[in-house]
């Protein structure tokens, strides 16, 4: 199992920058993969940005040259760095967590941030 604890979110303008972080109760080493995703109001969960265990990354087409995700493996946390915020972006973020055990695959998740972007 996995606690994840994200924080960073809150309101900024149009343009604007902003940081989420997701602490992991566990090596991220031992994490098979790990993420971003949002959703809006009445939506579905949608991917923002990824990656595995061995380093490789996806993105979402609405966010590929604006937000980066990285990672700090001694501090077990992970990272969206989010610039050039629209209005569109305003919706709860969450941090996942992938653990593959045997042929089990577990999916843990944040208790979501909120990001408003004012226009």
């Known amino acids: 199992q996995v606690q994840l604890v994200e924080s960073g979110g809150g309101l900024v303008q149009a343009g604007g920058s902003l940081r989420l972080s997701c602490a992991a109760s566990r090596s991220i080493f031992s994490i098979n993969a790990m993420g971003w995703y949002r959703q809006g109001p009445g939506k579905q969960r949608e991917l923002v940005a990824t990656?595995?265990?061995?380093?490789?990354?996806n993105y979402a087409d609405s966010v590929k040259g604006r937000f980066t995700i990285s990672r700090d493996n001694a501090k077990n946390t992970v990272y969206l760095q989010m610039n050039s915020l629209k209005p569109e972006d305003t919706v709860v973020y969450y941090c996942?967590?992938?653990?593959?055990?045997?042929?089990?695959?577990?999916?843990?998740w944040g208790q979501g941030t909120q990001v408003t972007v004012s226009s």
């Open positions: 996942n967590a992938v653990i593959v055990q045997l042929w089990n695959t577990h999916d843990y």
């Open positions: 990656f595995t265990s061995g380093g490789s990354t």
